[in-house]
């Protein structure tokens, strides 16, 4: 694990873009740049993006497009889906109100 390179995406303006995208796309309840800024750092640390991240920055993927972050090759939609989907069914799931509660009985017992 890189603690460089989750700074590195972190900082990535493209693949914070993309996660607000994967976020906007899975229809999260709130506004979905606020989430991914609040979420950003769990998003990219529990992704275990690092090794694919260091390997492009180190030249070793064909793709050699200097936006790290807006390579599908390195983190991949999918890589971003596992992470963000279910963040976002929980925030949805904690964002509705909770069941009314059930009314009294209004007739006395016979």
Same mark, same amino acid.
């Given at each position: 694990m890189?603690?460089l390179?989750?700074?590195?995406?972190?900082g990535?303006?493209?693949?914070?873009?993309?996660? +607000?995208?994967a976020?906007?796309k899975?229809?999260y309840?709130?506004?979905a740049?606020?989430? &991914?800024r609040t979420? /950003?750092?769990?998003?990219v640390?529990?992704?275990?993006?690092?090794?694919a991240w260091?390997?492009a920055v180190?030249? +070793?993927t064909?793709?050699?497009?200097p936006?790290?972050?807006m390579?599908?090759?390195?983190? &991949?939609?999918g890589m /971003?889906?596992?992470?963000?989907?279910p963040?976002?069914?929980?925030?949805?799931?904690?964002?509705?109100?909770?069941?009314?509660?059930?009314e009294p009985?209004?007739g006395?017992p016979?």
């Open positions: 890189s603690y390179s989750i700074v590195e995406m972190v990535s303006q493209s693949l914070q873009s993309r996660v +607000t995208a976020v906007a899975e229809k309840k709130g506004d740049l606020e989430f &991914t979420y /950003i750092w769990q998003i640390a529990d992704g275990n993006w690092d090794a260091d390997s180190a030249g +070793t064909v793709n050699v497009n936006d790290t972050g390579r599908n090759d390195v983190i &991949t939609d /971003i889906l596992a992470v963000v989907q963040l976002v069914q929980a925030a949805n799931e904690a964002m509705e109100p909770p069941p009314p509660e059930p009985p209004t006395l016979s």
